[in-house]
């Protein structure tokens, strides 16, 4: 039976890229965020967050995600309501995922909030993608062209790396991309998953 391997981190920890560096090595990865958009494009979705948001966050038919950002960014309540609207969508298209990738040995889960889901306990392993905090805000300033406090604020309902390393049975150091290499490369010949691009 397919197993699967959790990935999480803290924002721009680098766990989107350590999962393309799984992908390369041929395994299956599923990207929770980026399936989560695509799902916000679905009717089944719009639908609830038409009926939840109201007509102000669509213009011509449209979702406008930087107003239903605005809106959920300072109210928790909102964004609980998006939640709850989101996450069970995701969670059923995995479902169906996974079932196609039955004959895998594993597949990548990666996920930003797969503890504070409670998503990890669906994991065979888990991994936790862990690079100094300086680091990573510099590196989400540079890709989202943010500021230093919009990430912290972003950063703020997150686990911190301890509680999540201690629950996770691997950890890969993003520092460097050395350092990420080596870190894939010594889970791969751990799980005795064959290298593909070595
Ligand atoms: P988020 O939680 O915001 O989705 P993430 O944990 O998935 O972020 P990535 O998007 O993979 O993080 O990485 C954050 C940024 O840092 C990206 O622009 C990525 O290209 C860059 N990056 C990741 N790893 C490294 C590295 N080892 N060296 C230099 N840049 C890196």
């Not at 995600?65 to 605005?70: A, D, F, G, N, T």
């Not at 996920?111 to 888990?126: T, V």
């Not at 999540?164 to 998953?193: M, Q, R």
Request: aromatic share 8%.
């Amino acid at each position: 039976m397919v197993k699967i391997i959790g990935l999480t981190g803290g924002i721009g920890s680098g766990k989107t890229t350590v999962a393309n560096e799984f992908a390369s090595h041929g395994i299956p990865v599923y990207i929770t965020d980026q399936e989560a958009k695509k799902l916000m494009q679905s009717d089944a979705v719009l639908n609830q967050i038409r009926e939840e948001f109201g007509e102000s966050v669509f213009e011509n038919d449209v979702l406008i995600r930087e107003r239903l950002s605005e809106i959920v960014f300072n109210n928790t309540i909102k964004l609980a309501k998006l939640n709850s609207i989101v996450h069970p969508a995701v969670k059923q298209h995995f479902k169906q995922w996974l079932l196609e990738h039955q004959k895998d040995s594993f597949i990548i889960y990666e996920s930003a909030i797969l503890f504070e889901s409670g998503s990890y306990k669906d994991c065979d392993f888990i991994i936790n993608v862990v690079t100094p905090l300086e680091i990573r805000i510099e590196r989400v300033i540079s890709r989202d062209k943010t500021t230093r406090n919009k990430v912290l604020e972003r950063m703020k309902n997150q686990w911190n790396d301890e509680d999540k390393s201690s629950k996770s049975d691997f950890i890969i150091d993003n520092s460097s991309v050395e350092a990420l290499k080596l870190g894939i490369v010594k889970i791969l010949n751990f799980l005795g998953i064959k290298q593909m691009n070595s």
